[in-house]
């Protein structure tokens, strides 16, 4: 996509990319994901005075949910969550994987024996989400991007699916407000990112978040 001719060196090369950015755009980008960043913060704060406590008590363990995913260009980081599994849910996840299904490297479960009773409703309200604007500020990921693989999901990407990673991912996305729960094959969220990286500006990223609000609040198309 996109194609531009550079040099490195005295050598020409040709590179591309799905969609060329400017520098006064990725600044606005930023802007806005500091300034959400901020504010979902202090909400995260509030919700954890309030869920920290039921979390501990239905499942002692950790509050926050930590998990190494991959991001831009392939770059690791850990994304942080509000844990609504037992502390073993990583390892029963091996055998739930006959029961996935979803199809392609990502894993989803219908009634899911793993998630504490809590865990069902921070999961419908997407609040277990919030303590991502923590990687948000850190610039692990954005507002809105597309979503971060697990190291194990990535391993089984195919090449076509690694155009998926060209930009930052986000706590919400494409994929999230086009009813995330009904969709079953991963090529389909594979194109939905890469529909939102083709089409991407501000306003483009100012109507998902706005979606997304509503799709909350509607209780649709959550996890």
């Not at 600044?27 to 504010?39: E, N, S, T």
């Not at 363990?61 to 073993?88: A, H």
């Not at 029963?92 to 009634?111: H, I, Q, S, V, Y």
């Not at 094959?185 to 594979?190: A, G, K, L």
Request: proline letters at 7%; aromatic letters at 12%; glycine letters at 8%.
């Amino acid at each position: 996509y996109n194609p531009q001719v550079n040099t490195l060196g005295d050598l020409p090369i040709i590179s591309g990319c799905i969609k060329p950015v400017s520098d006064s755009e990725m600044f606005v980008k930023r802007a806005m994901d500091i300034g959400g960043g901020l504010v979902g913060v202090v909400i995260m704060a509030m919700f954890f005075a309030i869920f920290a406590p039921i979390i501990y008590l239905q499942s002692p363990g950790p509050i926050f949910f930590k998990q190494k995913r991959v991001g831009r260009n392939g770059r690791p980081f850990n994304v942080y969550k509000f844990r609504s599994m037992y502390p073993d849910a990583e390892e029963r996840k091996k055998e739930l994987m006959a029961k996935n299904t979803m199809k392609g490297p990502m894993f989803k479960l219908d009634k899911d024996p793993r998630i504490i009773p809590i865990g069902h409703f921070l999961r419908k309200s997407s609040i277990d989400e919030f303590p991502q604007f923590i990687n948000v500020l850190k610039g692990d990921m954005s507002m809105v991007g597309t979503r971060p693989p697990t190291m194990e999901e990535y391993e089984q990407y195919l090449p076509h699916h690694r155009q998926r990673l060209a930009m930052r991912p986000g706590i919400t996305g494409l994929w999230q407000v086009s009813g995330r729960s009904d969709i079953k094959d991963f090529d389909e969220v594979v194109a939905l990112d890469t529909k939102y990286i083709a089409n991407w500006n501000i306003w483009l990223d100012i109507r998902i978040i706005w979606k997304t609000i509503q799709v909350v609040f509607n209780g649709k198309g959550a996890a």
